[in-house]
């Protein structure tokens, strides 16, 4: 029996991931999805929405735990998807940096840092039930911050983890719209999480080419998503043959980013606001024999990607994949068991890292920064001292300072209260 279990299974992106499962359910041969979610109340409605979708296609069982035991129990892959503390942390991740200057994020900087706080432990957790309970069962990890909390997985080396995002794909497809070309981007990458730079792009299997003198972002972004995209051009311009990740520009250009936050306000504010819409569709549509399936968190590549890894890993032939894996000679940039962002074979037999193509020189500094940050922040988010999370956090790029670090933690054990274990 094939099982795999999402946890965080109560989201309002679950639906899109199953949506992408019963697609390729012929081909994946699972037998269960187990759903597991610390909100019972989404938990059920999503469990719901589920079973109706997956009987409406002749698809594999969908069912619901009451626990993380019972849901990781013989268990073949498990998928972190959760968000410990919810929209609320959230909203702190994203608001307490702005008072100190900084960008508020929840990957990025001091917000990254505080969800880490939260998240390491929880996966960590998951990782010793997992142990015990689903002794060689793969960790899909798709939560946030997904470089720190896959370094702290892979230190604790309990289990194998696979780091997964979508943002790479997201932001070439972004630029391959910008340009009017269609087709699906391949690209070599280098680099951490949220902080690659691409090269060596193709855009429906034609070269990227120079990029013309005006290019705007994508009529459907966002301010905040603009303005990523308008400094990543300038930083491509600056480093021909390259495209970075659109999250390098909150390190670049902070103050541009701590002014559009100030005065448009949190994303989670709009995030929260949008989410009663999704459910009220998923309970209408789990009372259908047919449910169709309309409006659900997030693009198809969340879904996307979490079923090409599972295709990938259940498959006697190779699949190219963007993961973040430990090192382990993909790049001479970065020491050998840091968890890196790059391009591997994967298929049931192994996972086969492919050599990584050089990085920008005038980025090696703020590489290897961000590579001392993300050690120091998965050792202190997995139990360390309140020392460690001072020095974790002033390695951090965006504060850099031990003293600063220090009255960021004070005010964050103010805001966040219990939603983050203090003690070690």
């Known amino acids: ?5 999402v946890l965080g299974g109560g989201s309002a992106y679950t639906p899109g991931l199953l949506k992408a499962l019963i697609a390729h359910a012929a081909e994946l041969r699972l037998d269960t999805v187990r759903l597991y979610d610390t ?51 959230r909203r702190i991740d994203e608001t307490l940096p702005l008072e100190f200057a900084i960008p508020g994020q929840e990957t990025v900087g001091p917000g990254g840092f505080f969800y880490a706080l939260r998240s390491v432990p929880e996966a960590l957790r998951v990782a010793d039930a997992m142990d015990k309970l689903a002794p060689g069962a793969v960790l899909l990890n798709y939560t946030n911050p997904s470089n720190i909390v896959t370094q702290a997985l892979a230190d604790q080396g309990a289990v194998q983890v696979i780091g997964m995002c979508d943002q790479s794909d997201e932001d070439l497809e972004s630029l391959g719209h ?20 691409f090269s060596d792009i193709r855009i429906g299997g034609e070269p990227l080419g120079p990029l013309p003198a005006a290019l705007a972002a994508p009529a459907s972004y966002d ?58 569709h998923f309970e209408e549509q789990a009372l259908l024999d047919e449910p169709q399936l309309r409006i659900y968190r997030g693009s198809a590549g969340f879904g996307d990607m979490a079923v090409n890894v599972i295709r990938a890993l259940l ?45 920008p020189a005038s980025f090696e500094s703020l590489a290897a920064a961000l590579e001392r940050y993300q050690r120091l922040a998965a050792q202190a988010a997995a139990g360390g001292s309140e020392a460690q999370r001072i020095a974790a ?24 209260g219990e939603l983050v274990g203090w003690e070690s």
């Open 39 to 89: 909100d019972a109340t989404r938990l059920a409605i999503v469990g719901r929405l589920g079973k109706a979708m997956a009987r409406a296609a002749g698809a594999f069982r969908v069912e619901t735990a009451a626990t993380l035991e019972d849901a990781v129990r013989g268990a073949a892959m498990v998928l972190n998807s959760t968000r410990p503390g919810g929209l609320a942390a």
């Open 223 to 280: 301010e905040e998503h603009q303005l990523r995209f308008a400094y990543s051009l300038e930083l491509a311009r600056a480093h021909p043959g390259y495209w970075p990740n659109s999250y390098l520009p909150y390190y670049l250009y902070p103050a541009a980013f701590v002014e559009q936050a100030r005065r448009v306000g949190p994303r989670s504010d709009v995030v929260a606001a949008s989410l009663p819409r999704y459910y009220d």
């Open 315 to 359: 498959s006697d032939t190779p699949r190219e994949l963007v993961l973040n894996l430990p090192n382990r000679g993909s790049t001479a940039a970065f020491d050998s068991d840091c968890v890196v962002e790059t391009r591997a074979r994967v298929s049931r037999h192994c996972i086969e890292r492919i050599p990584a193509p050089p990085l």
């Open 1 to 5: 029996m094939t099982i795999l279990t």
């Open 178 to 197: 910008a340009l009017g070309r269609a087709g699906h981007p391949w690209f070599r990458c280098n680099g951490l999480n949220h902080a690659t730079w």
């Open 393 to 416: 956090l002033a390695a951090n790029p965006l504060v850099g300072d031990a003293a600063l670090a220090a009255r960021m933690l004070a005010r964050a054990r103010q805001a966040y």
